[in-house]
């Protein structure tokens, strides 16, 4: 059974840091893209991240641009997304998800593999 499982969310004050990190487990996805969405109550799922299998190249929203870094661990088999200067606006369920080309990284729908999501809330 494939799983993506998410963890690292939390409650946070706006300026403030959180890591979160995605393991997965059932295959080996270290040859897969894999993505990081967010979806806000009430909004659609949104792009935040993605990077490459070999750990590069990486591309980010332009909302998280400057602020948010992904980076994998293919002998963990994980990803992370260090999250810096964190806002209100970014309080979200975080998914990790994976799919095997380096197109369309943007597109939820493209992803073949999703976790169940993570909840990050910043307060002002």
């Known amino acids: 059974q494939v799983q993506l499982v998410e963890s690292g969310g939390g409650l946070v004050q706006a300026g403030g840091s959180l890591r979160l990190s995605c393991a997965a487990s059932?295959?080996?996805?270290?040859?897969?893209?894999k993505g990081w969405f967010r979806q806000a109550p009430g909004k659609e799922r949104e792009f935040v991240a993605a990077i490459n299998w070999s750990g590069g190249p990486t591309y980010y929203a332009n909302s998280v641009k400057g602020r948010f870094i992904i980076s994998r661990d293919n002998a963990k088999n994980t990803v992370y997304l260090q999250m810096n200067s964190l806002k209100p606006e970014d309080t979200a369920v975080y998914y990790c998800?994976?799919?095997?080309?380096?197109?369309?990284?943007?597109?939820?729908?493209?992803?073949?593999?999703w976790g169940q999501g993570t909840q990050v809330t910043v307060t002002s």
């Open positions: 059932g295959r080996t996805f270290s040859r897969y893209v």
């Open positions: 998800a994976a799919k095997q080309m380096w197109t369309a990284v943007a597109v939820p729908p493209e992803y073949d593999y």
